[in-house]
């Protein structure tokens, strides 16, 4: 357990707590905005009941919980996965793929000890979707309506997406309206390819008909996720990112 001042600290970091530079992700901020959002959010918010993992794309006009994923409608064997809304669920999960992301150098602003705290957790998951129902980040370029899902299997996080649903001058040129990663541990499993083919659905449910996605060229994992789900490169951007457009279904 947290004490008075080191929660205090705890929660004040939360503030900038962001995906950075992720990988090869733009700039992609996840939280931001003041602080009493997030701990107003959490007091009006009822309690976690596990197992009842909520859906963000809450439009209405989304599907709820994706089921099972498959590697995007193509060939090769199931890929075991759903996306969800960030939950306490996977806590747990959540908090061994950080240690590898950290050991792989990405996601350092995200402190492991600070989300510890089931609490503290909870209230951060819960500031990723209002941030992006909002349109709020810390970092401009990520300044419009969003939606952030985990990509699971039971209890173990696997990956995230974060879906844009709109674009700027600057997601045009990096960042597009879709950018994703997969915990190192779980890598060349085909869960990258399963987790862009769900996403495309949920896009498709909010209205993004054809989405725009960048990578750096010498992204080889990340160009073949695109193309197996159909993304037709079109040209390269000013910030020198292959850009691929795809068609939501
Ligand atoms: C890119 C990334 C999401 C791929 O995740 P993944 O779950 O390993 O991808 P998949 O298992 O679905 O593999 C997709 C394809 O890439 C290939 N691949 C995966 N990792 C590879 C690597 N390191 N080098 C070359 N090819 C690779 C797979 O063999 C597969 O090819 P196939 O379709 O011909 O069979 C993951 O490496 C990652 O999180 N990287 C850091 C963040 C990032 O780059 N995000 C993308 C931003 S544009």
Redesign the pocket.
Known sequence: MLDASRRANSLTALKSFTWGT????PCVNLLSGPLSIILFHHRIRPRHTPGAQRVIASSGSARPETGTGT?GGLS?PP?AGRLIAPSLDVHASFLDALSEYHEEG?HLDLVSEELVDTTTFQAWADGLQLAGVRGEASCERDRVPHRVLWWVHNDQYI?RVRINLTLNESLLAFGGHI??????S???????????GEALRVAHNLGVATAL????PE??????????NGGSLRDVSSAGRLRYWCLTR
């Open positions: 992720v990988g090869h992700l590697t090769g890929v990405i990956g950018g994703y990663d997969v915990r190192p779980a890598r060349r499993q085909g869960h990258a390819t399963a987790l862009l996605l960048t990578c750096a992204n080889t994992a990340s160009r073949r996720v695109i193309e197996r």
